[in-house]
């Protein structure tokens, strides 16, 4: 699998899209399949660190030396909790600006074969394709979108809100789990008791972890700079000419792409992805049949892990 430990590309003067400049940012990120020589690029999600993160590096990707890049402000990059004055408001473009300079200064990559994100990582590689429109040759999108939609904001600003009117940052990040964990997959799940596959004898027992100790490490500062991001996400802003129109922003984008939404996800809604596709210059949607809702795409079920990987054979061998 190449090196399991992760690294840490600094850089210097680092000025954010706010105006911040810091003396110096960290980007972490990690190498599998170290031996190999055509590029992958996985990066993070929402409340994702690079050990939980979905690389398909022993899978699909196994014939890729796989770059695992974290976000900033997940605890591991540069984040609040980690690095003094860190700007409270946090864009995509500081993401991607800095993990530019990570593969083309750092390790020499002139060109990236595949890149994936899921979620917040699927953002940011339709902010990376957007902003670098030949650097990428195939782009995985899992449960996500170009540009985050106003129910998908409005989704957003309850756990923000339980989180920012907690009596203490303790509880805030326990709030902010509960309000966000219904959210996390589908009506159908909770109906059919899926939580039982993943071990749990009961829903208590589930939610246990899923908004207590799944939360452990987290600072309530963390989510909000990434939340915040998240709530920002849109692609127009990377490409100027495009003056804020997302059509014109998505055909500007050369990279060729595989859209994969959940058929349940209730916040990255699959019709938004179809109509991505019929924009973009080179795109295909294929929608994943689980009730697994938004984590289908984070590989919760080995079923849809499965299914997608056989969808991403099929673009990386694609002629």
């Known amino acids: 699998m190449g090196s399991q430990a992760n690294q840490h590309f600094e850089l210097s003067d680092f000025t954010f899209e706010d105006g911040t400049t810091l003396p110096r940012v960290r980007v972490a990120y990690r190498i599998l399949n170290s031996d190999k020589s055509k590029i992958a690029v996985v990066h993070t999600c929402f409340r994702g660190r690079i050990d939980t993160t979905l690389t398909h590096a022993d899978g699909v990707l196994r014939n890729h030396k796989v770059i695992v890049i974290a976000l900033f402000g ?14 409270t408001t946090l864009e995509y473009q500081d993401c991607v600006k800095a993990q530019y300079a990570l593969l083309t200064q750092e390790l020499g990559i002139k060109e990236v074969d595949a890149m994936l994100g899921f979620s917040m990582g699927g953002q940011i590689t339709y902010h990376w394709i957007a902003t670098h429109p030949t650097f990428v040759k195939n782009a995985v999108i899992v449960c996500s979108s170009a540009k985050t939609s106003q129910h998908n904001f409005q989704f957003l600003e309850g756990p923000r809100a339980a989180l920012e009117n ?16 219904a959210w996390l997959t589908s009506a159908e799940w909770f109906d059919e008791e899926l939580y039982k596959e993943l071990g749990f ?31 920002r996400g849109d692609v127009t802003r990377c490409v100027p000419a495009a003056n804020g129109n997302l059509d014109k922003a998505l055909k500007s984008i050369e990279t060729r792409v ?16 179809e109509r991505e596709a019929s924009v973009l210059q080179e795109a295909k949607c294929e929608i994943i049949p689980s009730v ?9 079920n080995p079923r849809d892990v499965t299914w997608m990987e056989t969808r991403i054979d099929g673009l990386l061998h694609r002629h």
């Not at 595989?258 to 992805?273: A, G, I, K, S």
């Not at 809702?293 to 919760?300: E, N, P, Q, R, T």
Request: aromatic share 12%; charged share 15%.
């Open 166 to 181: 907690a009596a203490t940052s303790e509880r805030g990040v326990r709030a902010f789990g509960k309000a966000y964990s």
């Open 292 to 300: 697994w809702g938004h984590i289908a795409g984070g590989g919760a």
């Open 258 to 273: 595989l859209l994969m939404p959940c058929l349940t996800d209730q916040y990255f809604r699959p019709y938004v992805n």
């Open 74 to 87: 997940n605890g591991e990059s540069s984040s609040p909790s980690n690095t003094p004055n860190f700007p």
């Open 201 to 231: 004898e009961s829903l208590s027992a589930w939610d246990e972890v899923a908004t207590g100790s799944g939360y452990a490490g987290w600072t309530g500062n963390d989510l909000l700079v990434m939340l915040g991001m998240w709530q």
